[in-house]
């Protein structure tokens, strides 16, 4: 599960490796240090692959009859047969801009968590679906308890719900001594692979380790409205 992560860069930074620029760069607030489910965070979709959008994490279903229950992650094995991601597959893939993710570990007792990032905290993009909901009910209120943050309210008026989900695959050497699943990192030279080609699904497997990094960090991430430097500061376990 990938329920967290950060970009740390700066936005002309983001637009200079991606060779694309934000939609509307005055909303952007860049570096992050605790991105989370709920918020408004940048993706590239397929069919505008020059501009960096913001949309919502917690995929909702074009046929969901509310818009409660974004789904964060999809499994890479299955997403063309889940309902809820399988039109998303075939149509609305996109790339979530990233520089680590933070996996959660049981020790003694309680949850530590610790952040998986390449050595050089260089950004890269994770595999993603998207989707647009609409609705003509009155306002609605979603949610996502699992890390203690929550999908915001949506007002229907404000128009259709552009939501993202992260794509996840088999862990690599690292991160299979945290968690069994890990976020697809798409290599450089796939990305706009993945949001082109007809059948991509074997470019989600897992990154390779050996220029990866994973270490402890404080869990004061554990509270999404945290957001912070020096939660990417290693601590002691």
């Not at 991601?85 to 007792?109: I, K, M, P, S």
């Not at 697809?184 to 897992?206: K, Q, V």
């Amino acid at each position: 599960m990938c329920g967290r992560y950060t970009l740390m860069v700066k936005p002309a930074d983001l637009e200079a490796r991606f060779d694309s620029r934000f939609e509307a760069p005055e909303t952007v607030a860049l570096p992050r240090y605790n991105m989370a489910p709920g918020q408004q965070l940048p993706v590239i979709t397929g069919d505008d692959p020059g501009t960096i959008r913001q949309l919502e994490w917690g995929l909702v279903p074009s046929w969901a009859d509310d818009d409660s229950g974004g789904l964060i992650n999809a499994r890479a094995e299955t997403i063309d047969e889940k309902p809820s991601f399988r039109d998303a597959y075939a149509q609305r893939r996109c790339l979530v801009l990233a520089d680590g993710f933070y996996e959660w570990v049981e020790t003694d007792g309680r949850k530590q968590p610790y952040r998986v990032a390449f050595e050089d905290d260089r950004p890269f993009a994770m595999a993603g679906l998207w989707e647009r909901w609409e609705s003509d009910a009155e306002t609605t209120q979603t949610g996502l308890e699992a890390f203690g943050g929550g999908i915001a309210t949506t007002d229907a008026d404000d128009g259709p719900l552009e939501t993202f989900t992260i794509v996840t695959t088999e862990p690599n050497d690292l991160v299979s001594e945290l968690h069994h699943r890990m976020a697809a990192i798409l290599e450089p030279e796939h990305e706009r692979e993945w949001l082109t080609a007809d059948e991509p699904r074997t470019l989600l497997e897992p990154h390779p380790a050996d220029e990866m990094r994973a270490y402890p960090v404080s869990r004061a991430v554990n509270d999404p409205s945290t957001d912070v430097p020096s939660l990417v500061d290693p601590v002691e376990r």
